[in-house]
């Protein structure tokens, strides 16, 4: 990769200067790019403090590709903000109904069972008389 001497002169001649060696800190900054892009990084190797974290988003939401309404409150909102599904279409997170969890979803089954008497309908009253064994009881009148 050298270069002979009558290039040399050449290069001079033209005006352009054979170029220096790097300096260590270059080299090893190029090692370390080299090596990261042999490890399938395919990218060198950025800085610690100059890598900036991606904030995920909450489930079910998405940054908006335009600038739109939303339903709900009837506020816009911009190009990149978060946006969820609303009952009509796309709007704030804060303006979306609350999903519930399966076991808030339980409960209040079971508590519009119960205000309903659903659970107690085939319950009969107690046919046991005090201080008898249910062998002796006798049907309630």
Same mark, same amino acid.
């Given at each position: 990769?050298?270069?002979?001497?009558?290039?040399?002169? /050449?290069?001079?001649?033209?005006?352009?200067?054979?170029? *220096?060696?790097?300096?260590?800190?270059?080299? *090893?900054?190029?090692?370390?790019?080299?090596?990261?892009?042999?490890?399938?990084?395919?990218?060198?190797? /950025?800085?610690?403090?100059? /890598?900036?974290?991606?904030?995920?988003? +909450? !489930?079910?939401?998405? !940054? /908006?590709?335009?600038?739109?309404?939303? +339903?709900?409150? $009837?506020?816009?909102?911009?190009?990149? *903000?978060?946006?969820?599904?609303?009952? @009509?279409?796309?709007?704030? +997170? %804060?303006?979306?109904?609350?999903?519930?969890?399966?076991? @808030?979803? @339980? $409960?209040?089954?079971?508590?519009?069972?119960? %205000?309903?008497? @659903?659970?107690?309908?085939?319950?009969?009253?107690? %046919?046991?008389?005090?201080? =008898?064994? +249910? =062998? =002796?009881? !006798?049907?309630?009148?």
């Amino acid at each position: 990769m050298g270069q002979t001497p009558a290039q040399k002169a /050449a290069k001079a001649a033209r005006g352009q200067q054979p170029k *220096e060696r790097p300096g260590k800190a270059q080299r *090893e900054a190029i090692k370390r790019a080299q090596a990261a892009k042999k490890a399938g990084s395919g990218k060198p190797a /950025a800085k610690k403090t100059a /890598a900036k974290k991606a904030v995920p988003l +909450p !489930r079910g939401s998405l !940054r /908006a590709a335009y600038p739109g309404t939303c +339903p709900a409150c $009837f506020k816009g909102y911009g190009k990149g *903000e978060v946006i969820t599904k609303v009952t @009509e279409g796309w709007g704030h +997170p %804060d303006c979306a109904p609350r999903q519930m969890s399966a076991a @808030e979803r @339980e $409960f209040a089954r079971n508590k519009a069972r119960i %205000d309903s008497g @659903e659970t107690y309908r085939a319950q009969k009253p107690s %046919d046991w008389r005090r201080g =008898s064994s +249910p =062998s =002796s009881t !006798r049907p309630a009148r």
